[in-house]
C-alpha cells in the first residue's frame, strides 16, 4: 500500500508539473446536491488524491481490525510450533546424549505440543524408549510405524536393532529383508542381509546381492570390487578341497578373479598363485604374484613366490626373490625381501648392508628376528643378542602374523572370511583373524641361546619356522639362515 501512495502521489505531481509547464492551469468544476466548486485543474488533482489516499487509509485499517481474530490465531500457531520444535529438538539430543529420562519427558511434551507432525514425535517417542531402556515401549512405538508408510522404513530398522540387541537374529533377519523388498536402496537392510548370508557361508548369495548393490547404487565401485574379491576367495577356499574335480576348476577361477579384480587383497593373490602351481601353470603364478607385489607387498607373497620351484639350488632362489623385490623395489617389504634373498644365498655381508635400510623403521619384533639373522649371518653373535633383546618387547606385526605356522597362509574359517569380506570392503583393510585370537603364528624372532657362547645353534629348531616335509634332522645354522624360514606346510 505504501508503496502504491508513492506512485499516486508522484504520478500526480507529474501531472500537476506538467501542467505548470504547459501555462495553462486549466479548470475543473464539481456539482453535486446544489453544490458547485470550482477550482484549477492542478488543485483538483490533488484534492482528488488526497481523498484516494484517505479511502486507502481507512479501508485498510478497517480490514486490519476485522483481522485481529486470524492474526492472533496464527501467531498462537507460530509460537506452538516454535515451541514444538524446541521440544522436538531437545528430545532428539537428550537421545543422543543417552538421557533416557529426560528424552522421554520431552517425547510426552512433543506428543501435545507436535501434532502436525506426527512422524518425528513416534520416532521421538521410540528412540527415548530406547535411551530409557525400556524395551517393550520402544517396540511398541516400532510397531505403530508399521502402519504409516512414510514410517514403515524407520520401524523395520528400528525393530531389527531390537531384535539383535535380544539375540533374536532370525527376527532381525526377517525386518531386514521386509525393509528390503520394500525400498531396496536401504543400504543398512543389504548390509543385515549380507552379513547373514556370509556368515552362513553363502558366498555365491553374497555376489548376487554385491552385484544388486552396485546397479542400484547402494555402494560405490570400488566397494563392490572389493568385496567381490574378497567373496569370490572365500567361495574358492570352500571349493577348493572339494572333491569333484569341476569345484577344483571352478576355485582356480574365482582365485584366478579375485586377484584380477583386487591384486592388493594378499589372501585371494595367495590362493590364485597357489592353485595355478598345482596346474603345472608357473608363469601365470608367478606373473600373479608379481602383479601383486607391485600393487600391495604383503610377506605371504614373497613366501607363495619362493616356493613356486623346489627344483632350485639357494642361489637360483636368492636370484628369484631379488627379481620379486625390484618389481617395487621402495616398498618396505621389499626392503625386507632384500636382506631374506641376501640370507638365503649365504651372502652375509650383502645382509648386512640391505639390513641398514631398516634401521630407521620402528622396532618390530620382526624387523628385530631379521637384523638378528643378518648380524649372526656375519659372526656379530653379541649384536645378534641384543636385537634379540629388543625383540621380546617389540610389537609384532599383523600381516605377518597370519602366516601359520602349522599349514596354509590365510587358512580362515568361514566366520574368518564372513568378517574379512566385510573389513575389506568397506577399508579396503586386512583383518588377521589368528593375531587377534592370539593364536599360535609364526615366529619372528629366533631363540637366544641361554649362555654366551662363540657359536650356537641361533637360528635352527622346529619353533622358530615350520620345516619342509622332507627335513628329518637340524640342519646346522648356516643352512637355516640361507633358506630362511619355511613356506607354511599344507595340512594333509
Do not use: C
Not at 520431552?106 to 514425535?121: G, R, Y
Request: net charge neutral.
Amino acid at each position: 500500500m505504501i508503496r502504491a501512495g508513492i506512485l499516486l502521489i508522484l504520478l500526480a505531481a507529474a501531472a500537476v508539473g506538467a501542467l505548470t509547464l504547459a501555462g495553462e492551469p486549466g479548470r475543473a468544476t464539481v456539482v453535486w446536491l446544489g453544490w458547485r466548486a470550482d477550482a484549477t485543474a492542478a488543485a483538483a488533482i490533488l484534492i482528488a488524491l488526497s481523498f484516494g489516499l484517505l479511502a486507502a487509509v481507512v479501508w485498510r485499517s478497517l480490514m486490519w481490525i476485522l483481522d485481529a481474530p486470524r492474526r492472533a490465531e496464527r501467531a498462537r500457531t507460530e509460537a506452538r510450533r516454535r515451541q514444538a520444535n524446541d521440544v522436538l529438538a531437545r528430545g532428539f539430543l537428550a537421545v543422543a546424549a543417552g538421557d533416557g529420562s529426560e528424552a522421554l519427558r520431552q517425547s510426552k511434551k512433543a506428543a501435545e505440543l507436535a501434532a502436525d507432525a506426527p512422524a518425528l514425535v513416534r520416532v521421538l517417542a521410540a528412540q527415548a524408549a530406547e535411551a530409557a531402556g525400556d524395551t517393550a515401549q520402544a517396540q511398541a512405538a516400532y510397531t505403530a510405524m508399521l502402519g504409516f508408510p512414510e514410517m514403515r522404513l524407520a520401524g523395520h530398522k528400528g525393530l531389527m536393532q531390537l531384535a539383535l540387541s535380544q539375540g533374536a537374529r532370525e527376527t532381525a533377519l526377517r525386518h531386514a529383508q521386509e525393509a528390503f523388498g520394500e525400498a531396496r536402496s536401504a543400504r543398512w537392510a543389504w548390509r543385515a542381509i549380507l552379513e547373514s548370508r556370509l556368515e552362513a557361508g553363502d558366498w555365491s548369495g553374497g555376489l548376487d546381492l554385491v552385484k544388486g548393490a552396485l546397479e542400484r547404487k547402494i555402494v560405490a565401485p570400488v566397494v563392490a570390487e572389493r568385496a567381490r574379491a574378497a567373496l569370490l576367495a572365500a567361495s574358492a577356499a570352500q571349493l577348493e578341497h572339494a572333491p569333484e574335480p569341476r569345484a577344483r576348476s571352478l576355485a582356480l577361477d574365482q582365485a584366478v578373479e579375485a586377484a584380477k579384480l583386487q591384486p592388493g587383497f594378499a589372501p585371494g593373490v595367495v590362493m590364485a598363485a597357489r592353485l595355478l602351481a598345482q596346474d603345472n601353470k608357473l608363469g601365470r603364478a608367478t606373473a600373479v604374484l608379481e602383479t601383486a607385489w607391485r600393487t600391495a607387498p604383503h610377506p605371504a607373497l614373497w613366501l607363495a613366490y619362493r616356493d613356486l620351484r623346489t627344483d632350485e639350488t639357494p642361489r637360483e632362489r636368492a636370484q628369484r626373490l631379488k627379481q620379486l623385490a625390484a618389481v617395487n623395489p621402495t616398498h618396505r617389504e621389499s626392503l625386507f625381501l632384500y636382506v631374506e634373498q641376501a640370507l638365503v644365498s649365504g651372502d652375509a655381508p650383502g645382509a648386512r648392508e640391505a639390513a641398514r635400510a631398516l634401521e630407521g623403521e620402528p622396532v618390530t619384533a620382526r624387523i628385530a628376528g631379521l637384523m638378528a639373522r643378518a648380524a649372526y649371518a656375519a659372526g656379530a653373535v653379541d649384536e645378534a643378542r641384543m636385537w634379540l633383546a629388543q625383540g621380546m618387547n617389540a610389537p609384532p606385526e599383523p600381516d605377518w602374523s597370519d602366516l601359520d605356522p602349522e599349514g596354509r597362509a590365510f587358512a580362515y574359517h568361514a566366520s574368518d572370511w564372513a568378517r574379512l569380506a566385510i573389513t575389506f570392503a568397506e577399508t579396503g583393510e586386512l583383518i588377521h583373524p589368528r593375531h587377534e585370537r592370539r593364536e599360535r603364528t609364526l615366529r619372528e624372532l629366533p631363540e637366544l641361546p641361554l649362555a654366551y657362547a662363540d657359536a650356537g645353534p641361533l637360528l635352527s629348531g622346529p619353533v622358530l619356522y615350520p620345516v619342509d616335509e622332507g627335513y628329518d634332522e637340524p640342519e646346522p645354522p648356516a643352512e637355516a639362515l640361507r633358506r630362511g624360514p619355511a613356506a607354511p606346510r599344507n595340512r594333509k
